[in-house]
């Protein structure tokens, strides 16, 4: 079973940049598919940015498309979200989370694995 801790949240001001790290333990990623999501106060679980452990492919939601930028680390067995222009409206809890297989998904309910969450705070 995999285990992912998530670390890098904080309080920036708009238009400043983050970067989210998610390290995955207990087994190799090469058969896993991995994605960010967040959720903000009174709102759903809403998926982030994904990719593909293997082939590195990648998907990102409209909303942050041209602003996050998300990358593995195979040595590290790391998962990275580089957020950048950030706006008040990516104020969130940040969750990395794994599924098995090779194909990226949006919804929540498709993964099996969730890190605890990191706190991601932009003041305007």
């Known amino acids: 079973q995999v285990q992912l801790v998530e670390s890098g949240g904080g309080l920036v001001q708009t238009g400043g940049s983050l970067r989210l790290s998610c390290v995955a333990s207990?087994?190799?990623?090469?058969?896993?598919?991995l994605g960010w999501f967040r959720q903000a106060p009174g709102k759903e679980r809403e998926f982030v940015s994904g990719?593909?452990?293997?082939?590195?492919?990648?998907y990102y939601a409209d909303s942050v498309k041209g602003r996050f930028t998300i990358s593995r680390d195979n040595a590290k067995n790391t998962v990275y979200l580089q957020m950048n222009s950030l706006k008040p409206e990516d104020t969130a809890v940040y969750y990395c989370?794994?599924?098995?297989?090779?194909?990226?998904?949006?919804?929540?309910?498709?993964?099996?694995?969730w890190g605890q969450g990191t706190q991601v705070t932009v003041s305007s």
């Open positions: 989370a794994a599924r098995s297989g090779v194909a990226l998904a949006t919804m929540p309910p498709l993964y099996d694995v």
């Open positions: 207990g087994r190799t990623l090469s058969s896993y598919a």
């Open positions: 990719i593909t452990w293997s082939a590195g492919k990648t």
